[in-house]
């Protein structure tokens, strides 16, 4: 039991490390978890890029769209771009403005 004021300090001499441990822990999980989200945004955006580029073969093409099938969380937004395999090109600024004014009412 804790009756002593050594015995209290032992026990905090001993707790404080491992929360400061805990914590760096925790830390670190949440900036590699950040870091990996963003260089799968990286990808994803050079996936789009090589779609998007007229120097590019048909094979080529082919990989990358089957390539966009791995991200999953950006569908909404896949599925905004492109109408039936196509880019979508009309109302290009119209779908920009309604996809802009949706995340500033979710902010």
Known sequence: ?????QDM???????LPLIVI???VLWLAE????RN???RYLRFQA?????????????EKMAAAHELRQYKEYRH???????????????QAAA???ELKDVSKSG
């Open 9 to 15: 300090i032992g026990w905090g001499l001993l707790v």
């Open 96 to 98: 920009l403005e309604a």
């Open 77 to 91: 937004i896949i599925g905004k771009i492109f109408d039936d395999g196509k880019v979508r090109e009309e109302g």
């Open 37 to 39: 989200r963003h260089e």
């Open 47 to 59: 996936v789009l890029r090589h779609l998007g580029r007229d120097d590019t073969s048909w094979a």
């Open 31 to 34: 900036q590699t978890a950040e």
């Open 1 to 5: 039991m804790l009756v002593t004021g």
């Open 22 to 24: 805990a914590w760096a």
